[in-house]
């Protein structure tokens, strides 16, 4: 099986950890550390939330704030636009900002959270059938 870990520096990982439970994610604790907390979307698809000073171990490059700073934006998707709404206000209630107006294409609705740290997230709902049908494919 193909798996992806994604590797995020945060500020607080504790605190951190508590807004991607509130997004859906779960803590697996087999990588979760006092440094590093691993989250879980899929079983493909996990997190790591990493201390600045865990993931300065080892690189030399400066860390960008992504605060201020674009980086890599990451996408997640859901089964239904009521599920895009659930996790927004999950995901708001818990200190993340919504960055942009939701983006209706009528075969898909996403919504863009940044994390506490500025981690840019896009919720999306894409009706697979309706754009076949758009596209033609």
Known sequence: M??????LPVKNVEASMN???QL???VNPLFTFDDQKCMVWTDQIYVMLQT???TKTG?????????????????LPVESFNKVNEIMEKGLKAGGTETTEIVDEGFMQIRNIEDLDGHNW???FLDIEKFKKMTGK
């Not at 193909?2 to 590797?7: D, K």
């Open 2 to 7: 193909r798996q992806i870990f994604i590797n």
């Open 19 to 21: 807004f991607y439970i």
């Open 24 to 26: 859906g994610f779960t």
């Open 52 to 54: 600045l000073e865990k």
């Open 59 to 75: 690189n030399r490059k400066n860390i960008a704030d992504p605060k201020k700073n674009r980086i890599a934006t990451f996408t």
């Open 122 to 124: 896009g919720i999306i």
